[in-house]
């Protein structure tokens, strides 16, 4: 079992940074890939980024690459999104989820709560 807490999240103005944080319990963490997704109102939930359980492979959607970085730190049971350059429509809910290594939320098995980031023009 693995239980996922997102942090960092809030309001930024356009190009301006933020780091969420994603902090996690259970002996499982250590050995799953993480992903981060996000859910903008009215709008299905997508991929922004993944990496393997070793941190040694990175994927990002077209839409982030280069913008944002993905980390983890095993010894402390954690994952980041790094986010820079942000635009307004990178606004939506954060989520990180723990599993196998895909750009697909059903791959995942475990669910944060979410943090919500707000980019304003």
């Known amino acids: 079992q693995v239980q996922l807490v997102e942090s960092g999240g809030g309001l930024v103005q356009a190009g301006g940074s933020l780091r969420l944080s994603c902090a996690a319990s259970g002996r499982t963490f250590s050995s799953s890939s993480v992903g981060w997704f996000r859910q903008a109102p009215g709008k299905e939930r997508e991929f922004v980024a993944r990496?393997?359980?070793?941190?040694?492979?990175?994927y990002y959607s077209d839409s982030v690459k280069g913008r944002f970085t993905i980390s983890r730190d095993n010894a402390k049971n954690a994952a980041y999104l790094q986010m820079n350059s942000l635009k307004p429509e990178d606004t939506a809910v954060y989520y990180c989820?723990?599993?196998?290594?895909?750009?697909?939320?059903?791959?995942?098995?475990?669910w944060g709560q979410g943090t919500q980031v707000t980019v304003s023009s």
């Open positions: 990496i393997t359980w070793l941190g040694s492979s990175t």
């Open positions: 989820a723990a599993g196998r290594n895909s750009n697909s939320d059903s791959s995942y098995d475990y």
